[in-house]
């Protein structure tokens, strides 16, 4: 995937020296696909609580509902997802499934449907089942291998042992003979057969033997615990033999809850170790009583000096040892956590040294050759070998570095603890560096609300947060500019404007008249405001009214109230205080001049009242607004004159500001010469190329 227009291509985050408060993880992607699968498959209702919404679910959401299961969303918000299953029975017998590059999805979809195909038959084509790009790189070799001999018609359609797939029937099944697949490049081909082969255990049992060290364990336990959940009770010698009992069949327990994702815990734990210094980080929804694997990144964070708590559903996460101890760890069971360990590595004294995870290059990149190249660029010495990968810290200060993701959100999940490096050891009296993470929407894929959940706890360095401001006068576009330009940096946007028209309403519902200024500025300093999700709601709990202060009246209103100096003293701290890490793009009339003279970029807008007029005419006439030029000419030239002729913060450029005028610009033309001088203002363009290499 690439960045989109709701998805930045990058997200600058500045140097960070502290972390503390609650985090509550989003469900566990392993078991959230597992659930959905199991349900789709089950006789019965199932109601799942707690699911992940991400990427890798939704596909898998889609592929049920185009199999014919019924998927109903809650009626009240965060209630459960029901997943009315088939049965084992196939309800539609041809289908082209897309599932991106979801793994959890690809591969047991793949041994359910060639198994059902070749029992039930196909129709037409049969089933298609494809990705992303990446995803038809990732083998799957050992999974089509392992179902050709039971009788399955399984074609890989671009290269052989790599997706995409055709899956038909039927086929005369032999399952006499135990079933064999490999273990050591993936846990995920067990995974699959142990999912599907349920659904063709109807009169005899059926023996799986694994050939080859069974990679990530942790991960066949999930499977085997939820197989429990549904009605199938596989036996099994060590992790080499596995048996499935006759009569099997999918029965809905009634209802499944998602547990929270304990690979994502890890990231958590990780910045904690770092910077969680005054109190502990508490992280809920994984703690003792997890069925994952990944909950064991507590005992690889405890050995490199991680203080954990641990609770049933809970843990509680501090810096222990400091600097953090480098390790040397077999990191078999906890292959996806275990990249955290590496960025947790900068900030170790000696080596640390990864090993068993070979698995790293079979993921949604070569995550081994990814961690290198990254890792490199701060500074660090990173050998990378055929199964393991070797951290050293920088040896001085770090290197300013924008850090590829390959779309693999736990790449750019890793990436965010780089930025703690104020905390580095032998960082006193170096300068610290941003960190920019490169296509950071890659997240979606398991975590959409990472970095928004992460930057909620984060302390950034004194001065650290980068600031900013686009001021003109009315209607000169100041408001799209910042917008636009703040979705492209992943920035908060402060539209003073907006907030001015929100005292204007607040003002005309309490009856308060636009001179009476005592009264105006009670009002503001206490004024029930907020921005989310691109809407202003005003009130407790809020409402949305937004539509609102564009009306005309509304605009009028609050360009007279915006001239008292007692109204404006009482907003200064409340736009202050939205100056919140990754960073702000304000606009208004006074933001570099007053609101943020330390702004790192001030811009200033210089298109003229007859051009704005012009623009103003054509926006309300789209409206179906009836106005005349003349008359909006008169009234953006009256405004423009009190606006610069009041005693409080007149109208005016900053020293400092660069002027722009935009009066013949499109909004592309615009973003992008102001995207070029906030590279300038920065150092020119210091962070490297926006493209990831092949890793």
């Known amino acids: 995937m690439s960045a989109s227009a709701d998805r930045p291509p990058f997200l600058d ?95 047991p979809l793949a041994a359910a449907l060639a198994l059902l195909a070749a029992r039930q038959g196909t129709t037409g084509a049969g089933f298609r089942l494809r990705g992303i790009p990446r995803m038809h790189e990732r083998p799957i070799g050992d999974l089509v291998e392992a179902l050709r001999p039971l009788g399955c018609q399984v074609a890989c359609t671009g290269t052989e042992g790599y997706p995409p797939l055709a899956l038909s029937g039927p086929g005369a099944l032999a399952l006499d003979a135990s079933i064999r697949v490999r273990g050591d490049v993936s846990s995920q081909f067990l995974t699959a057969l142990l999912l599907a082969l349920p659904l063709v255990a109807e009169d005899r049992a059926l ?155 079979v993921k949604e990149t070569d995550r081994l050759a990814a961690m290198r190249a990254e890792l490199t660029k701060f500074g660090a010495t990173v050998i990378e070998g055929p199964d393991f990968l070797e951290v050293t810290p920088p040896a001085g200060a770090w290197q300013r570095a924008a850090l590829h993701t390959y779309d693999d959100h736990r790449m750019a999940m890793c990436a965010s603890l780089a930025a703690f490096n104020p905390l580095a050891p032998g960082a006193a009296g170096q300068p610290a560096v941003a960190v920019r993470v490169l296509d950071p929407g890659c997240v979606a894929k398991t975590y959409p609300d990472y970095f928004a959940d992460f930057l909620a706890l984060v302390t950034p360095q004194a001065g650290a947060v980068p600031v900013i401001t686009i001021d003109g006068p009315t209607a000169s576009g100041k408001g799209t500019l910042a917008s636009r330009v703040a979705q492209r940096l ?41 921005f989310e999700g691109g809407r202003a709601w005003l009130g407790t709990p809020g409402e949305d009214v937004t539509d609102r202060l564009r009306e005309e009246a509304i ?14 003293a009482a907003l200064l701290d409340w736009q202050r205080r939205c100056r919140r890490a990754p960073g702000l793009v304000t606009d208004g009339r006074d933001m570099g001049t007053v609101i943020f003279p330390d702004a790192q970029l ?14 103003r005419h054509r926006q309300l006439a789209a409206a179906g607004v009836s106005a005349t030029l003349p008359a909006l000419l008169a009234d953006l030239e ?27 610009l499109s909004i592309e033309a615009s973003v992008e010469q102001l995207l070029r001088w906030w590279d300038d203002a920065q150092g020119g363009a210091p962070h490297g190329p926006e493209h990831a290499p092949a890793a």
């Open 555 to 568: 605009g009028q209103m609050a360009s007279q109230i915006a001239a008292l100096p007692a109204l404006r």
């Open 490 to 530: 992943g920035y908060h946007h402060l539209d003073s404007g907006a907030l001015y028209r929100a005292c204007a309403l607040a003002a005309q519902r309490a009856g308060i008249a636009p001179d009476d200024e005592p009264a105006l500025a009670a009002l503001a300093a206490a004024l029930p405001l907020r």
């Open 207 to 361: 023996q799986v033997e694994v050939q080859g060290e069974l990679i990530s364990k942790p991960y066949v336990e999930i499977t085997l615990k939820l197989l429990a959940r549904f009605g199938i009770a596989v036996e099994r010698e060590g992790w080499q033999r596995f048996t499935l009992p006759a009569g099997s069949r999918y029965r809905s327990p009634g209802a499944v809850h998602v547990e929270g994702d304990a690979s994502s815990a890890s990231y958590f734990i990780g910045a904690a170790a770092i910077a969680a210094v005054d109190a502990p980080l508490r992280i809920e929804g994984v703690g003792a009583d997890s069925i994952q694997g990944d909950i064991r990144f507590v005992d690889a964070a405890r050995a490199m000096g991680a203080d954990v708590t641990m609770e049933a559903n809970a843990l509680l996460v501090k810096r222990g040892a400091w600097p953090l101890k480098a390790v040397d760890l077999d990191c078999n069971a906890i292959p996806d956590a275990a990249m955290t360990l590496a960025v947790m590595a900068l900030y170790a004294q000696g080596t640390t040294r990864l090993s068993n995870i070979a698995s790293w290059r």
């Open 13 to 107: 985050l500045p140097p960070l020296v502290a972390l503390g408060g609650t985090v509550r993880l989003p469900g566990s992607k392993s078991i959230s696909n597992r659930v959905l699968l199991l349900a789709g498959l089950a006789e019965g209702t199932t109601l799942v609580h707690d699911l992940l919404a991400s990427d890798d679910t939704a596909v898998m959401l889609d592929a049920l509902r185009t199999l014919g299961c019924t998927v109903t969303p809650s009626a009240t918000p965060g209630g459960p997802l029901a997943v009315t299953g088939l049965g084992g029975r196939l309800a539609v017998k041809e289908a082209d499934l897309f599932l991106g590059n979801a793994g959890t999805a690809m591969r």
């Open 602 to 615: 001030k811009v200033f807008l210089t298109a003229s009242a007859a051009q704005r007029a012009e623009r």
């Open 638 to 664: 009256a405004r423009d004159a009190r606006d610069r002729s009041r005693s409080s913060a007149p109208l005016k450029a900053a020293e400092d500001a660069r002027q722009l005028d935009n009066s013949a």
